[in-house]
């Protein structure tokens, strides 16, 4: 399975409350859409992602434990330390999915809430995994996708293009309940690893690796 990023490009309604001393925060908007195709060429049939949806209302919203994070990590699961935002809700209307996520009183949360005070324009962006299938020029997503996450993200094209890039492409495997990548761990080990000295070249290295792990999947 593949890690699947979507940014929203719609619009979305900031609501606040003011009790007392105390300011609440929340925004409301398309999260989600069917049967069109997005900006990353993908086509989500409306089948498939209501049964992700289905299943994320029924394990995630209605228990209280969907969260999500400001801006995309590196992988599928969650970072309790980098949540934001609680999602309370996700409804369909037509081919959209329509959510409103509160906004959290954490350390991200308060980024948020700063940026929102700030006027700066914040957007939604699904986090799942699945399977891809090409259908003339668009990529259909099959029906074993799972929604991860809605994570809050300002620029869509401004993570690391080596996050974007890389970490979609890496199969991801269930291995004791556990989510692992199969392929990049090695490479970001010694990107990370190596001296400030020959940085670049292992950089230059490890793309190339990269470059050639990519041409045995094709």
Sequence with gaps: MKL???????????????????KSYAIEG???SAEQKNRNGRIYPKEVLGKAV?????????PGRAVGELNHPEGPTVNLDKVSHKIESLNWQGNDVVGKATILETPMGQVV????????????????????VRNNDAMVVKDD??????????????????????????????NNGIIEAQAIEKMETEIKNAPRANLYETQVREFKNFLSLLKTKL
Excluded: C, H
């Design 145 to 174: 996708f799972i929604l991860n996450a809605v994570d809050i993200v300002q620029d869509p094209s401004a993570p690391s293009a080596f996050v974007n890039g890389v970490m979609e492409g890496v199969e991801w495997v269930w």
């Design 4 to 22: 699947i990023a979507e940014y929203t490009d719609n619009e979305l309604e900031v609501l606040t409350e003011q009790k007392g001393s105390k």
């Design 54 to 62: 289905e299943s994320y209302n029924t394990t995630q919203v209605v």
């Design 113 to 132: 809430r700063g940026l929102l005070d700030g006027g700066v324009k914040l957007g939604v962006s699904t986090r799942g995994m699945g399977s891809l």
């Design 30 to 32: 398309v999260f989600m």
